[in-house]
């Protein structure tokens, strides 16, 4: 089975809800500030992005947004339509879905193996099934969600050296430089067994996909 991991949130959210941020302006609710939490555990968003949304075509998310907050339950909704339109195209979910302690699914996708193409057209194209069923709604929603339930900077640096001395202990010679804090991937990429053995615990721990931990 070819794995194909998919977290669209929790990591790219700042960047790409910042984005329609930019584009959208608009002043916050009284009551909190935009993309934090309000009494009800909804997130705030910015006035202006339902009318970017359906200037778009994304009618869903346009309705969504409308009253300027953004639910769980509404989140879970996109989530598990994003998911049930995978699964429609042969993709079946590798872990159960269940948010993380973060209240952010981490979501991966095996995909059967096929008998014709080499392995990075498979790949290819496995991942252009996941991207066509995100786009639009659920990559607009699961940001806007995930921006505002980020693991802490203090968070992130315990887990990535975790991370690196459970590396260490199966053998890969991971760089201080890369220890500190910089990209796993080159020294990973040939044991990939020993990666996922390691960041399971790790990405558990924080409800997060172990492909973020590849680029860290």
């Known amino acids: ?79 598990r339509e994003f998911v049930a339109c995978v699964e429609a195209r042969g993709g079946q979910l590798a872990r159960p879905l269940v948010p993380g302690p ?25 991942q252009a099934t996941v991207d066509a069923c995100a786009s639009p709604t659920y990559a607009r929603i699961s940001a806007i969600w995930s921006q505002a339930h980020q693991p802490s900077p203090a ?19 991971i760089p201080e430089a890369a220890a500190a804090g910089g990209s796993l991937l080159p020294f990973v990429r040939d044991n990939m067994e020993a990666f996922v053995r390691c960041s399971g615990p790790v990405s558990d721990a924080l409800g997060m996909s172990p492909g973020y931990f590849a680029g860290t």
């Open 1 to 79: 089975m070819r794995r194909i991991i998919f977290a669209l949130g929790i990591f790219s959210a700042a960047a790409v809800a910042g984005t329609w941020l930019l584009f959208t302006g608009g002043s916050p609710a009284a009551d909190a500030s935009p993309g934090s939490l309000d009494r009800d555990g909804r997130v705030v968003v910015w006035p202006g992005q339902a009318d970017l949304a359906r200037s778009e075509g994304d009618l869903l998310a346009a309705d969504l947004l409308s009253d300027g907050r953004l639910s769980f339950e509404e989140y879970d909704r996109v989530t």
């Open 102 to 126: 973060l209240q952010v699914y981490a979501i991966e996708f095996t995909f059967p193996p096929r008998a014709e193409g080499d392995a990075g057209a498979v790949a290819a194209a496995s």
């Open 155 to 173: 968070q992130l640096r315990d887990a990535h050296v975790q991370l690196v001395g459970c590396l260490r202990a199966e053998g890969l010679e």
